[in-house]
């Protein structure tokens, strides 16, 4: 029986906004093809995922996506880990991305680049096209061929686009860190895998405030002896760019190769055009290797159907080169509409500067993370009340569960008609498991539904489906966006223990996740964080949704310590501005948990800290502060979080509390 309550509907579409959706047509489309007929979405997702081929190929065909050579099917070996998608198949990922620059959008606008250091640049399909012709062809003059790594250390712009179409029309593989990543971080990554080529940026700015990276990077290419070429991007346009034999000015080395095309080289449907990476806490990254055909078919579908985004539209997702968001936003190339990317604060000069560019660009779809939210809502900001955001149809939400608030700020303070997709996926696929659609209403605190033709159900501790309850986030059935392997794991063992041990012949994700009667689903944080208080299992994001709306709390963090056989609930607390963590703070936090969610959630131990450590793509990092508590040995990797200083601060006044093991 199911004891969760009820989230109340927020907002709904209308009948003539679902019939109009690019999902709607989709639909209608199918039925005339002879499937369905659908009664709703549900319907339309079983029968996704009881017909793999038919749906896949469905998907092909109807966001008309280009291959040279047709497959022989859509899928040959059904296996888990070892499906083979679209055999026969010779296909180039950039090709697709760039038809618009071969028709009638050709001098529409395919990016806008907004920029701390660097005015608004303006790009159309046609010479975007130009660019990565002119630069392929430049790095095939420095001998980089088919399957080598071009590796970029770049800003969210222009350039980053350029430089990964180009790529990938010769058969190279794209992989990119961000320039705020420390070069010990850069290496952990590049080192890896061996680039060919490198393209970076000679610094970036961030808040208004200039970070020169040239003489840091030279130590970079030093680090990198494989290295044919370095394309070096005066991003700090009065600063030196990077210097060096091997070092080519980007404008240089676009006049190289001025006048050539894209050479769109055709390639097997597995060929790698992603290297994407773990986050690296722990160790050294894993390299997670993608191929083109499925991500190309994953992100058609997500982007095009569940997202809404189509030729007209204006697309603006703010993320780094160091997050998989910024790859499946590169994608929506592919739809034929503008990509407006910025690089910079989101909160520079205010926090109110991202949706001033929303409503100055006529943004259709804004995507952006919950935490950036969540920190709107506490600074009780009205984008409404002086912009004009009508144009704004979409709000893509990531990296983190949304809390409920966040929904009612939203609807309140952004838009009424609107479709907040909370979307929840991960680098491992480079695309979503459960997301939005334009087909179903949005309930408050809910992710609307499973994706089409992703097989998602919550497992057991024993491997059993639960058909409400809450547990392991499993894919039953093979997805086309599934790494076609790990970087230098030739018999497969590290990948096949990433994601098939733990349920052999299913993928388990790693998120702990509950479905809902009416087939939404609320993920409540990492299974490898989930705190058990008495035997019962609880995901840290059920705390974070009560602590995070009390307005003397800044940020916080959840672990479980190891006691006296049991596990005790430890709550690190970062007052706002002008707040203390006081004996009143402690027992509201304490009454609000234990009324919000349960008594087994009221955490033993309250402890301020000054910051809350995070990953460089914005998520908690819950695992290295549990590792401190609990006396285990300290193997993070300091260079791949924003803030590391943030783990030293956090063992003083876990110190000083009395709560690390005695040695």
């Known amino acids: 029986m199911n004891t969760e309550q009820e989230a109340p509907i927020v907002w709904s579409p209308g009948a003539e906004q679902m019939a109009r959706s690019h999902m709607g047509q989709y639909q209608r489309w199918l039925e005339q093809q002879g499937e369905g007929p659908f009664t709703d979405y549900h319907a339309l997702h079983s029968w996704s995922v009881a017909d793999l081929e038919r749906f896949w190929q469905s998907i092909w065909d109807y966001c ?16 888990l880990p070892g499906a ?21 959008q050709a001098d529409q606008e395919a990016v806008v680049a907004y920029c701390e250091t660097r005015p608004v640049l303006r790009r159309s399909y046609r010479e975007l096209a130009a660019d990565v012709g002119a630069l392929e062809s430049f790095l095939r003059q420095q001998g980089v061929v088919i399957g080598d790594r071009v590796a970029g250390v770049v800003t969210n712009g222009y350039e980053a686009l350029v430089g990964m179409l180009a790529a990938t029309s010769l058969g190279a593989i794209w992989s990119s860190a961000s320039p705020d990543f420390g070069v010990g971080a850069i290496l952990d990554r590049f080192g890896q895998i061996e680039p060919a080529a490198l393209i970076a940026v000679n610094g970036y700015g961030y808040g208004g405030k200039l970070f020169s990276r040239q003489h840091e990077f030279a130590e970079l290419v030093a680090g990198l002896p494989g290295l044919r070429c370095v394309v070096s991007i005066a991003n700090l346009p009065d600063q030196p760019v990077i210097d060096g034999p091997q070092v080519t000015d980007w404008s240089q080395a676009l006049a190289s190769g001025q006048g050539q095309a894209p050479t769109f080289t055709a390639l097997p449907p597995d060929h790698p055009v992603y290297i994407l990476y773990s986050s690296g806490t722990t160790g050294k990254p894993k390299c997670i290797v993608h191929g083109a055909a499925g991500l190309l078919v994953t992100h058609a579908k997500e982007l095009m159907l569940h997202g809404d985004l189509g030729a007209q539209d204006r697309l603006l997702y703010f993320t ?96 009424k008609d609107l479709l907040l997709g909370s979307i929840a996926g991960g680098t491992d ?42 547990g392991e986030l499993v894919c039953q059935q093979p997805l086309p966006s599934m790494p076609v392997r790990f970087w230098d794991d030739p018999d497969g063992s590290r990948y096949r223990a990433a994601y098939f041990e733990r349920f052999p012949g299913v993928w ?39 602590v995070e709306t009390v307005a003397a709390v800044s940020d916080s963090l959840v672990v479980g310590r190891q006691h006296d056989g049991d596990v005790e609930v430890v709550l690190l607390v970062v007052p706002a501005e002008g707040a203390i963590l006081d004996e009143d703070l402690v027992s509201q936090l304490r009454s609000r948990i234990r009324k919000g969610a349960s008594p087994r959630h009221v955490p033993r131990h309250v402890v301020a800290v000054p910051d809350i450590p995070y990953t460089r793509s914005g998520k908690k990092v819950e695992l290295a502060i549990a590792r401190i508590i609990n006396g285990g040995t300290r193997s993070d990797n300091r260079d791949a979080l924003a803030n590391p200083d943030a783990l030293d601060a956090i063992e003083r006044c876990l110190g000083e509390a009395g709560l690390l093991p005695s040695t």
Not at 328 to 342: H, I, K, M, R, Y
Not at 443 to 448: D, P
């Open 429 to 470: 696929i480079c695309a979503c498991f459960v997301g939005c659609t334009p087909l179903l209403p949005v309930r408050r605190g809910e992710i609307q539904c499973r994706l089409l033709g992703v097989d998602a159900v919550a497992f057991s501790e024993d491997g059993e489906a639960l058909v409400h309850g809450r």
């Open 84 to 104: 083979e998608w679209f055999p026969g198949m010779r296909v180039n990922f950039a090709a697709n991305l760039l038809r618009s620059a071969f028709g009638e």
């Open 320 to 415: 780094t080169c160091g997050w998989m968001m910024w790859n499946w936003q590169a994608s929506g190339l592919l739809t034929g509409a503008t990509l407006v990317t910025v690089d910079g604060s989101p909160g520079y000069p205010t926090l109110n500067s991202l949706w001033e560019t929303v409503a100055g660009e006529r943004v259709t779809h804004f995507g952006t993370s919950a935490r950036f939210l969540a920190g709107c809502r506490k600074a009780e900001l009205n984008p409404s009340s002086a912009l004009s955001l009508s144009a704004l149809r979409v709000l893509f939400s990531t990296g983190s569960p949304l809390l409920p608030e966040d929904y009612d700020w939203v609807y309140e303070r952004v838009a």
């Open 508 to 546: 388990a994700h790693g998120d702990f996740i509950r479905f809902t009667e009416h087939g939404g689903a609320v993920i409540y944080g990492r299974s490898d964080a989930t705190l058990n208080p008495g035997g019962v299992r609880i995901g840290t994001a059920e705390i974070y949704r009560q």
């Open 64 to 79: 008309g996506l280009r291959a040279e050579t047709p497959p022989e099917r859509v899928l040959g070996r059904r296996d």
